[in-house]
C-alpha cells in the first residue's frame, strides 16, 4: 500500500522549509530509520528519516524546493505488497533558487512598514531582513567596532546558536569572543556581570529567558544595583538577549513572557523589539549602554522579514517609542509580538470604520509616556496589547499612568489584552485559548468606542 | 586562662611582621568602633563583624600586588582595610553619610572601591563567587596577569553557583584564588551540621581544581599560601582554592543571640589562637620588638580609629538628591 511522505515539522514554530537534498531515489529500497532527505529550516539542516521499510515510489517534490508547507506530500512510499507498475518519473517540478550552503530561513509574510519614523533620514535605501539576520548583524558590527564586546551563552558557538542568532560570529570573531557555556545560567551570569565590572562588555544570550530565571538573582541584585550601591563607581555594561515569551506548543515551563518583571527593576533597561530594523538599531544602542539591559526577543517573529535602512551604523534610541499607524480613534499601545495583533487589528477595525493609532512601545524602561499620553489626549481612548499575564502587567501601569495624568481625556476605561491568567497548557485547543488573539483586540476596541 | 603555646620561630623580617601586626589591629580597633557606633545608634541594619578573622585578609594582601582584584561577602570591612581603603571612607560608610565610599547609598554591606580594585561587598551568600570569576575572566581576556581573590565563607560554600563557577573556572583557565573563609559557622549553623564533606576545598578536587586547607590564624601561613596560589594563577595554571581554617569572635551580625556555641569555645580560640598574639610573640619573644615599639603602634591605630569615628559622625548626611543619581550611568 503507497503512502505519502509528508513534509515534516521540525521546531515546535516551523511553518514551511527548504527540500535541501534528497539522499534516495525512486525504485531505491528504504529501510526504517534510513535517512532519506535534508531539509533546512530556519533553525538548523536536519536529517529526515524514513518511519518504515518500502520502496521509494515518486518523488513529487524535487530536492532544492524552497517554502515547501508542513505536511505537503514530498514523496510516495510503496509498502511491501505493492506490485504494481513501475516507479515514474519525479514530476519535473523547477526547483527555486537553490538556497546553497547556508540555510536561509524561509521566507515569510512581510510585516507592514511603519510610519517613516525620525529613526533614519528620508531617502535612506532600505533591505528586507529577518529579525534574525538583523539581530546577527547588530551583534557582528558592535563587535568589529570594540573589542572589549564579546557573546557568551548555550550553544552560541559550535552549534551557531540555537535559534541561529549567532551563526557566523564563531568563524568571524573565534571562540575568545563566542563562547560556548555549559548549562549553568546562575554562573555564567554572575562571571558576565563580573567581566562587565571588569572592563568588558558582555552579551550573554539566555536560550530562552524563562532560562534567566535561574539567574535573575545575578541580573537584579548583582547588575541592576551596583551602579548605585557603589555611589556611582561601577555599573555593569551588560546585555542579557534572548527569546521571550511563548513559542508554539511547547508548554508551561517554556513560554512566559517576562517584560513585566523586568520593567519594575530600577537600574535595568528593558527593551522589547517588534520589527527588524528596531532589533537591529535597538541592540546596537544596548551593547552601547553603559547600564544593564534586558533584550526581549520573540522566537515567532525571528523568521519575519521587514524593511532595514543600509546605513553604515544605524542605532534606535532606547527610551522612544514608534507609531506605526496614525489614527483619530482609538490609540492601541503594544510591543514585541503583541505589535502582530495591534496591527492586524487596526487594519480590520478600518475596514468597520474605526481609526486605531498603533504605538509600539519598543522600550518598556523607560518608557515613553509622553508619545502614549499625547496619543490618548488625541484619541481619547486606549487599548493595550501584550502577551504576558495580566496581572502587574505593563498594561496595568499604563492604564494607572493614563488615569493620573490624561483622566479628564478619557472617554473610556483604558482595557488590557493580555495573555490569560493561566500557565500555558499544551493541548493546541486550549493554547490557543491562552494567548492573546487579534479578534481580543477587536472586541475591546469596540467596547471602548461603544460602536 | 588556658595558655599559648609559644610561636614557632619565623623567617619573616621585622619589617613584615611589624606590618601585619600594624594591619590586623587596625582591623580589629576598627570593628571594636564600629561595634560600639552601632549600639549608639549611629550605625544601622546590618553589621558583620571580622573580629577574629584579621589573618586571612591581611596574610593574603601580602600575596598581592597592585592590579590584583578582590571581592567578598558582606562581612567585608576587613577586606577593605587591608587593601588600602581608608579608614574614614569605610567608617562613613557604615553611619550612612555623605563622606562614605558609596556615598552612604551602599551602607556596611555594600562598599566598592576601583581604585583600590575592591569589588564588593556583595548582600547574598555566593553571588560573589561568580563575580570574582568574571573578574579574573576580564583579566585574562585583557591579556594581563592580575589575579582576583574571590572570599566566601563555609556558608557559601554550600551554594550552588559556586560550583557552576568552579566548572568554568577551571574549563576556562581564569586567575582566580577562590579563598573559603571557614569560620566554622555559618550564622548559626556550624559546619558539621551543613555537610558530610570532610573538608570544603576539596570539593574543587571534581573539578580539577588544585587547593589546600590552611591556618587562617596564622598570618605567615596564610601568606605562604596565598603566595603559592597566586603564582599558580599568575603561570595560567587556572583557579586555585584555599580552605583558610579561621574564626569569628562575634556574632554573625550585631544581633546574635549566640545560642549555637559556648562561651568557652569562643574563649579558648582567643586565648589560644589569636592571630594577632600569634605576630605580637614572634615580635617580642624574637627580640624584634620592645613593648614600648608595640605600644607606640597601638596608639597609632587608636588614633586613626577615633578620627574615622569622628569624621563618620561629623559627615553630613547625603544630600536628598542623592536619592535620584547612580540609578543609570
Not at chain 1, 540555537?162 to 548549562?183: C, H, M, N, W
Not at chain 1, 534610541?317 to 514608534?322: D, F, L, W
Not at chain 1, 497548557?425 to 492573546?436: D, F, H, R, V
Not at chain 2, 597592585?66 to 581608608?86: I, P
Request: proline share 5%.
Amino acid at each position: 500500500m503507497a503512502t505519502e511522505i509528508l513534509m515534516p515539522a521540525l521546531s515546535p514554530t516551523m511553518e514551511e522549509g527548504t527540500l535541501a537534498k534528497w539522499l534516495v531515489r525512486e525504485g531505491d529500497t528504504i529501510t526504517a530509520g534510513q535517512i532519506i532527505a535534508e531539509i533546512e529550516t530556519d533553525k538548523a539542516t536536519m536529517e529526515f528519516e524514513a518511519v518504515d521499510e518500502g520502496t521509494m515510489g515518486r518523488i513529487l517534490v524535487a530536492e532544492g524546493t524552497a517554502g515547501v508547507k508542513v505536511n505537503t506530500p514530498i514523496a510516495v512510499m510503496e509498502g511491501e505488497d505493492d506490485t504494481g507498475a513501475p516507479p515514474q518519473t519525479a514530476p519535473q517540478t523547477t526547483p527555486k533558487q537553490a538556497t546553497g550552503a547556508a540555510a536561509q530561513p524561509a521566507a515569510q509574510p512581510k510585516a507592514p512598514a511603519p510610519l517613516a519614523g525620525p529613526d533614519w533620514p528620508e531617502g535612506t535605501p532600505m533591505k528586507t531582513q529577518t529579525v534574525r539576520e538583523a539581530l546577527r548583524e547588530a551583534m557582528a558590527e558592535e563587535m568589529r567596532r570594540s573589542p572589549e564586546v564579546f557573546l557568551m551563552g548555550e550553544e552560541v558557538g559550535e552549534y551557531q546558536g540555537a535559534y541561529k542568532i549567532s551563526q557566523g560570529l564563531l568563524d568571524e570573531f573565534g571562540a575568545k569572543r563566542v563562547i560556548d557555556t555549559p548549562i549553568t545560567e546562575h554562573g555564567f551570569a554572575g562571571i558576565a556581570v563580573g567581566a562587565s565590572f571588569g572592563g568588558l562588555r558582555p552579551i550573554v544570550e539566555f536560550m530562552t529567558f524563562n532560562f534567566a530565571m535561574q539567574a535573575i538573582d545575578q541580573i537584579i541584585n548583582s547588575a541592576a544595583k551596583t551602579l548605585y550601591m557603589s555611589g556611582g563607581q561601577m555599573g555593569a555594561p551588560i546585555v542579557f538577549r534572548g527569546p521571550n515569551g511563548a513559542a508554539a506548543r511547547v508548554g508551561a515551563q517554556h513560554s512566559q513572557d517576562y517584560a513585566a518583571w523586568y520593567a519594575q527593576i530600577p537600574g535595568l533597561k528593558v527593551v522589547q523589539p517588534y520589527s527588524a530594523a528596531d532589533a537591529k538599531g535597538l541592540l546596537k544602542s544596548a551593547i552601547r549602554d553603559p547600564n544593564p539591559v534586558i533584550f526581549l526577543e520573540n522566537e515567532i517573529l525571528y523568521g519575519r522579514s521587514f524593511e532595514v535602512p543600509v546605513l553604515d551604523d544605524f542605532t534606535v534610541p532606547i527610551g522612544k517609542a514608534k507609531i506605526w499607524r496614525e489614527g483619530t480613534d482609538v490609540t492601541l499601545v503594544s510591543f514585541g509580538i503583541g505589535m502582530t495583533y495591534a496591527l492586524e487589528a487596526a487594519d480590520q477595525l478600518a475596514a468597520d470604520g474605526i481609526s486605531a493609532e498603533v504605538i509600539d512601545l519598543r522600550s518598556l524602561r523607560p518608557l515613553d509616556y509622553d508619545t502614549v499620553l499625547a496619543s490618548v489626549r488625541k484619541t481619547n481612548r486606549c487599548v493595550t496589547i501584550e502577551e504576558g499575564f495580566p496581572v502587574c502587567s505593563i498594561g496595568n501601569h499604563l492604564a494607572a499612568v493614563i488615569m493620573q495624568q490624561a483622566f479628564d481625556y478619557l472617554d473610556a476605561p483604558v482595557l488590557n489584552c493580555t495573555g490569560k491568567d493561566v500557565p500555558m497548557p499544551y493541548a493546541a485547543n486550549l493554547e490557543k485559548l491562552a494567548l492573546l488573539t487579534t479578534a481580543d483586540v477587536v472586541a475591546a476596541v469596540h467596547q471602548v468606542t461603544y460602536r | 586562662m588556658a595558655a599559648r603555646k609559644p610561636a614557632a620561630k619565623s623567617n619573616a623580617s621585622r619589617d613584615d611582621l611589624l606590618k601585619y601586626y600594624r594591619e590586623m589591629l587596625l582591623i580589629r580597633r576598627f570593628e571594636e568602633k564600629a561595634g560600639q557606633l552601632y549600639g549608639m545608634g549611629l550605625i544601622g541594619g546590618f553589621c558583620h563583624l571580622y573580629i577574629g578573622q584579621e589573618a586571612v585578609v591581611v596574610g593574603l594582601e601580602a600575596a598581592a600586588k597592585e592590579g590584583d582584584k578582590r571581592v567578598t561577602s558582606y562581612r567585608d570591612h576587613g577586606h577593605m582595610l587591608a587593601c588600602g581603603m581608608d579608614a574614614k571612607g569605610v567608617m562613613a560608610e557604615l553611619t550612612g553619610r555623605a563622606g562614605g565610599y558609596s556615598r552612604g547609598k551602599g551602607g556596611s554591606m555594600h562598599m566598592f572601591s576601583k581604585e583600590k580594585h575592591f569589588y564588593g561587598g556583595h548582600g547574598i551568600v555566593g553571588a560573589q563567587v561568580p563575580i570574582g570569576a568574571g573578574l579574573a575572566f576580564a583579566d585574562k581576556y585583557l591579556g594581563n596577569d592580575n589575579v582576583t581573590f574571590a572570599y566566601f565563607g563555609d556558608g557559601a560554600a554550600n551554594q550552588g553557583q559556586v560550583y557552576e563557577t568552579y566548572n568554568m573556572a577551571e574549563l576556562w583557565n581564569l586567575p582566580v584564588v577562590f579563598v573559603i573563609e571557614n569560620n566554622q559557622y555559618a550564622m548559626g549553623t556550624s559546619v558539621k551540621r551543613s555537610t558530610k564533606s570532610p573538608s570544603l576545598w576539596e570539593r574543587g578536587a571534581a573539578y580539577g581544581i588544585k587547593g589546600e586547607a590552611v591556618d587562617g590564624m596564622d598570618v605567615l601561613a596564610v601568606k605562604a599560601a596565598g603566595e603559592k596560589a597566586v603564582a599558580a594563577c599568575r603561570a595560567g595554571e587556572g583557579p586555585y582554592i584555599l580552605e583558610v581554617m579561621t574564626y569569628r569572635y562575634r556574632g554573625h551580625s550585631m544581633s546574635d543571640p549566640a545560642k549555637y556555641r559556648t562561651r568557652e569555645e569562643v574563649q579558648k580560640m582567643r586565648d589560644e589562637k589569636d592571630a594577632i598574639e600569634h605576630v605580637r610573640d614572634l615580635l617580642t619573644t624574637g627580640g624584634l620588638a620592645t613593648e614600648d615599639d608595640l605600644k607606640a603602634i597601638d596608639r597609632d591605630i587608636k588614633a586613626i580609629v577615633n578620627d574615622a569615628a569622628e569624621f563618620a559622625k561629623d559627615s553630613p548626611e547625603p544630600d536628598t538628591a542623592e536619592l535620584w543619581t547612580d540609578i543609570y550611568a
